[in-house]
């Protein structure tokens, strides 16, 4: 389980990189849900690591590297060998990956016809075309309740 400080760490270094990104830039995935994303399929444990060919905090695939761009890090070209996995591993530019993919595939998956961090969840873990299906108990009981405390949280601050 993710500690409250580990989650506090996170959610700065990805509003940094969602600050410091270009204005005309979609974003559609807030920082809360790529918090809860990266709670309940890494536990946000930013060591650099791949398992199953999913790398990083937000388990990364190359296709969804591809689909997004070959997005990397610095000046690095994407045709380089580790191009993938240094993007994968940097908190940066694998939240800007999940980004350009939600842009690209960002769908209501649960039919309440709105498109929100549910949504991007299920099409993050289960891919686009398969959304629709139910996700594995683990990831969406961790995701969901993630989400229920920063909803909490963010009425305790109102």
Known sequence: MTTAKNLVCLSIILAVGVAGAKAEQKRPITETCLVCMCEALSGCNATAVCVNGACGIFRLTW???VDSGRLTVGEEPPQSENSFTNCAND???S???LQNYMVKYGQDCNGDEQVDCYDYGAIHY???FNC???MPYNYESIFKNCLKRAKKQQQQQQ
């Open 63 to 65: 296709d969804q590297w």
């Open 91 to 93: 908190p940066y530019c």
């Open 95 to 97: 939240a800007d990956t």
């Open 126 to 128: 289960m891919g686009p």
């Open 132 to 134: 629709q299906a139910d």
